[in-house]
């Protein structure tokens, strides 16, 4: 079972990038997804979920608006939109998967069992 984020870089505010979740190994389509972020000398936080049962999406209250995560059961992906970013959008971000098909609340991180690798996102002019 595996996870990988791809897609982070270096964007300037107000800009905008894709983040990719490759699973293998288990069919995303099965669980609920979330996206997590953790900057640098902060706590790892929820940012955004999406639940296999019915797709609803959930995030968390700085993003609402700005990201959007989506997934593709056919390429076995979860994605997470970033538009509008800002610098405290700066963090290594995380894709992992829910115990079940749908999506915890996002502060608890204890729920979501299989984490990927993360991928960099520096918001910076």
């Known amino acids: 079972v595996q996870l990988q984020a791809s897609g982070g870089g270096l964007v300037q505010p107000g800009g905008s990038l894709k983040l990719s979740c490759a699973a293998s190994?288990?069919?995303?389509?099965?669980?609920?997804v979330g996206w997590f972020r953790q900057a640098p000398g902060k706590e790892r936080e929820g940012i955004a979920c999406?639940?296999?049962?019915?797709?609803?999406?959930y995030y968390e209250k700085s993003v609402k608006a700005r990201f959007t995560i989506s997934r593709d059961n056919a390429k076995n992906m979860v994605f997470l939109q970033m538009n509008s970013l800002k610098p405290e959008d700066t963090a290594e971000y995380y894709c992992?998967?829910?115990?079940?098909?749908?999506?915890?609340?996002?502060?608890?991180?204890?729920?979501?069992?299989?984490w990927g690798q993360g991928t960099l996102v520096t918001v910076s002019s």
């Open positions: 999406i639940s296999s049962s019915d797709g609803s999406e």
């Open positions: 992992a998967t829910a115990i079940g098909s749908v999506c915890p609340p996002l502060q608890l991180d204890s729920m979501f069992d299989y």
């Open positions: 190994g288990f069919t995303v389509a099965d669980y609920g």
